[in-house]
Nanobody
């Protein structure tokens, strides 16, 4: 099994910056894709950004050029650097990991961390 522990959420002012972290803990697994999703109030969950094991990235158009996803494979951790956030970025942010366990790819979700953008 893989447990995802998220941190870094909170209140940030528009135009400020915030960094989210997600640690994948467990044993006997290898991580493939890591991603951040978010669920704004009253809306469905949506992809924010993803990163492959080789470092390839993909972003939602709404956050491109403002947010940056990165990962530290030595720490099994993925980060989301949020620069110049806007009020519409307010949401619960979830980490997602695809892990290979006993030759089977499984998907895991973090518990979510609240991000509020307000002055």
């Amino acid at each position: 099994q893989v447990q995802l522990v998220e941190s870094g959420g909170g209140l940030v002012q528009p135009g400020g910056s915030l960094r989210l972290s997600c640690l994948a803990a467990g044993s006997s697994f290898s991580i493939d894709r890591m991603a951040w999703y978010r669920q704004p109030p009253g809306k469905e969950r949506e992809l924010v950004a993803s990163i492959t094991s080789s470092g390839g990235t993909n972003y939602a158009d709404s956050v491109k050029d403002r947010f940056a996803i990165s990962r530290d494979n030595t720490k099994n951790t993925v980060y989301l650097q949020m620069n110049s956030p806007k009020p519409e970025d307010k949401a619960v942010y979830y980490c997602q990991v695809l892990a290979l366990i006993n030759s089977v790819v499984r998907r895991f979700w973090g518990q979510g961390t609240q991000v509020t953008v307000s002055s």
